[in-house]
């Protein structure tokens, strides 16, 4: 099949949610033998050059960037409220550029399949109907209004209220694409069913996100137990409120029984106020590091407190590729079959995470236990070159 991935941000480097998910896919596609190529807005936060992806990488794909700045400021969110009928996160995307260099890509290359990565894409299907006659797929990463209704919960006034109606501008903006593509790909079978609901009548087939196991190798050699860590992106707004709420509900009683045990936060962007939070006695805050699997091996307990967000949290199929025992939250563990207790700990409140965390630290042979248990999952339900082949066949069933 001959391919076109279109993108919000660059798929490399695979540091987050959204860029693993689409990279993981191209190379999948690649492996498999099917001809890919990538559109990929070059944005301010995710700049990247071409020469910065492996040449390994860029033998399965043939990569193009334009310059989108999409800059995320307090004026141009009040201009958009003021002046726009279009969310604050759909309109930065929409871009003259790179609609013209999407003409210029369908005008010289025939597709068989035009695949959609993520909401802020959906405003360039009518450009595609008009130049090409390929099919277009909605990969739908998550439902977008609900991270913000989520998020707007954990939020204190006034900002909870422009959360509130950056969500509702989204849910109109989410349903006013559907059926314009002509199939429906979510992460999670969650994800279908709100989709469908909300009115989806097109073939759908959930595809998650695969996970390139021959990179995650896990080993204990380095292992610092007891310790607890937390990696993700520091400037997403879930991260930010759950580690807060972790810090201020539960690490207080953890430190005081175990006055010793250090908790380490990894992650790029963090802003300079939530850098400040981190200031506690043995927290070690390590801002981006340059290898988040050798980080994720050497540490003990994962700890994910979500309580927004939506999709699927790929950090936590990775830190349970690499045996990780993970505390997270049910929203935490949504679009992912584990089962609390057997390959991951879920916990919805304060007592519960800490109680969680107190078995594994306490009872090695069930922290060794739930680990083992986490790698057999991910292994036998992740693997990327069968989750592609999967979606390749779904494809083909409906070009």
Not at 334 to 351: C, F, P, R, V
Request: hydrophobic share 40%; glycine share 6%; with cysteine.
């Amino acid at each position: 099949m001959r391919i076109l991935q279109l993108t919000n941000k660059s798929p490399w480097p695979p540091n987050d949610g959204g860029a693993i998910a689409s990279m993981n896919l191209t190379k999948g596609f690649g492996f498999l033998g099917h001809k890919v190529s990538v559109l990929s807005m070059n944005t301010e936060k995710h700049r990247v050059k071409k020469k910065d992806i492996p040449k390994a990488v860029r033998a399965l794909a043939d990569f193009h960037f334009v310059d989108v700045p999409a800059p995320v400021s307090a004026w141009g969110a009040i201009k958009n409220v003021l002046f726009s009928r279009l969310p604050y996160n759909a309109e930065r995307f929409i871009s003259e550029d790179y609609s013209h260099a999407l003409i210029k890509l369908l005008t010289k290359k025939k597709f068989d399949l035009v695949q959609l990565e993520g909401l802020y894409l959906c405003p360039y299907i009518p450009l595609i109907r008009r130049y090409s006659k390929a099919k277009i797929a909605y990969r739908a990463h998550n439902i977008e209004h609900e991270i913000w209704n989520r998020t707007a919960k954990m939020t204190r006034f006034p900002r909870n209220l422009y959360l509130k109606h950056l969500a509702s501008r989204l849910k109109r903006f989410e349903i006013s694409y559907l059926n314009d593509y002509d199939m429906l790909v979510p992460i999670t079978d969650r994800d279908a069913t709100i989709l469908n609901k909300l009115g989806n009548q097109k073939p759908s087939f959930t595809s998650q996100t695969g996970i390139d196991l021959s990179f995650l190798v896990p080993t204990a050699k380095n292992l610092e137990f007891p310790s607890l860590f937390h990696i993700g992106s520091l400037d997403w707004s879930p991260n930010q409120e759950g580690l807060i709420w972790f810090l201020n509900n539960c690490w207080p009683a953890i430190s005081k029984k175990y006055p010793d045990l250090k908790f380490y936060i990894a992650g790029r962007n963090a802003p300079l106020w939530l850098e400040k939070k981190f200031a506690l006695r043995n927290i070690i805050y390590l801002g981006k590091i340059e290898d988040a699997y050798e980080f994720i091996n050497s540490k003990a307990i994962m700890v994910v407190p979500l309580f927004a967000g939506s999709g699927m949290r790929i950090k936590i199929v990775e830190g349970m590729a690499l045996g990780k025992p993970i505390v997270t939250t049910t929203i935490g563990t949504e679009g992912i079959e584990t089962t609390s207790g057997e390959n991951i700990l879920i916990a919805d409140t304060a007592e519960e995470f800490n109680n969680a965390i107190y078995r594994l630290l306490e009872d090695r042979e069930f922290f060794d236990q739930i680990g083992k248990n986490a790698i057999d999952l991910i292994r036998k339900k992740f693997d990327n070159l069968a989750l592609a082949a999967q979606l390749i066949e779904f494809y083909k069933n409906h070009l």
